[in-house]
């Protein structure tokens, strides 16, 4: 949906823009995000110490996703309030994973036979952070 694309960039973009926040990025996995772009621009910012690097290892595509991320508002003024909002909506990316993940669990299931011990643990994993998640809002 449009919205999770602009979680997505948004989360970028405060990435991008405050790299005083680099270190909580080790919490963001690139299967988080549904854009290829922004799976791609994540994974080498990662690799990269600076935006100036990073515009070197990107290709001319990549090159204007960034330059998109770039321009989008991150309005907090300060680092507390950058690092709040990267927190918020790290966890709505998050949310949004496991429930994805949790129906095509589901859908993967036979209905007419219980499911088998692995499916049913990794559905009780899921289920039970989705749980963390909410309880934190």
């Known amino acids: 949906s449009q919205r999770e694309d602009f979680l997505e960039d948004y989360v970028l973009a405060l990435l991008l823009g405050w790299p005083e926040l680099r270190e909580r990025a080790g ?6 995000f549904h854009r290829t772009e ?9 690799g ?17 996703h960034l330059a998109y991320l770039g321009q989008i508002d991150i ?16 966890g709505r990316l998050e949310q949004s994973h496991l ?14 036979s219980p499911p088998p011990r692995e499916l049913e ?16 809002r």
Do not use: H, Y
Not at 101 to 112: I, K, N
């Open 27 to 32: 919490s963001v996995s690139p299967v988080q």
């Open 38 to 46: 922004n799976r791609e621009v994540l994974t080498r910012w990662l």
């Open 75 to 90: 309005s907090p003024a300060d680092r507390g309030s950058a690092e709040t909002a990267l927190g918020q909506s790290l």
């Open 48 to 64: 990269c110490s600076t935006i100036d690097e990073l515009q070197d290892v990107l290709d001319d595509t990549l090159r204007e």
């Open 99 to 112: 429930r994805e993940m949790q129906e095509g669990l589901l859908a993967s299931d036979d209905a007419t």
């Open 121 to 136: 643990e990794t559905i009780v994993s899921v289920n039970s952070r989705l749980k963390e998640l909410f309880t934190q």
